[in-house]
């Protein structure tokens, strides 16, 4: 079932702005290998001078990285301090380990977003460890 159509405008241009962003990045090349290459010619100035072919999908994507970084970045501090556990309260049988729920969504800790996050950013690092 398709629930296009019942989605909120609002939430409709976010997810078509998120959708671009993570577009724009899969089509631009990574710098993982090449910044480890440039790394060691860093010189007594702290610059390196860089000589490289860029296609216009990775000018596209660094155009904007910074901002776009910093966004997500903000994002996420937001969202992390929006999603925090707290005590549930209430009478329970271990009280060395009270029943904590998400102080912003209730849902018993830790809440999907925070799962959301901690699987996002454990995906990652052990994408760049791999690497
Ligand atoms: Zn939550």
Same mark, same amino acid.
């Given at each position: 079932?398709?629930?296009?159509?019942?989605?909120?405008?609002?939430?409709?241009?976010? !997810?078509?702005?998120?959708e671009v962003l993570?577009? !724009?990045?899969?089509?631009?090349?990574?710098?993982?290998?090449?910044?480890?290459?440039?790394?060691?010619?860093?010189? #007594?100035?702290?610059?390196?001078?860089?000589?490289?072919?860029?296609?216009?999908?990775?000018?596209?994507?660094?155009? $904007?990285?910074?901002? $776009?970084?910093?966004?997500?970045? &903000?994002?996420? #501090?937001?969202?992390?301090?929006?999603? &925090?556990?707290?005590?549930?309260?209430?009478?329970?049988?271990?009280?060395?380990?009270?029943?904590?729920?998400?102080?912003?969504?209730?849902?018993?800790?830790?809440?999907?977003?925070?799962?959301?996050?901690?699987?996002?950013?454990?995906?990652?690092? $052990?994408?760049?460890?791999?690497?």
């Amino acid at each position: 079932m398709n629930d296009d159509h019942l989605e909120d405008p609002h939430r409709r241009r976010l !997810r078509e702005r998120l959708e671009v962003l993570m577009l !724009r990045a899969e089509k631009s090349a990574s710098w993982r290998e090449e910044t480890r290459r440039l790394r060691s010619l860093v010189n #007594l100035d702290g610059f390196v001078p860089v000589r490289t072919r860029l296609s216009s999908e990775d000018l596209d994507f660094l155009a $904007d990285a910074r901002d $776009d970084l910093l966004m997500f970045a &903000q994002l996420g #501090l937001r969202l992390l301090d929006l999603h &925090q556990p707290r005590d549930a309260g209430g009478i329970t049988s271990d009280a060395a380990h009270p029943i904590l729920r998400c102080r912003s969504c209730m849902w018993r800790w830790p809440c999907p977003t925070y799962r959301a996050f901690t699987d996002s950013f454990e995906e990652s690092s $052990d994408l760049s460890e791999s690497a």
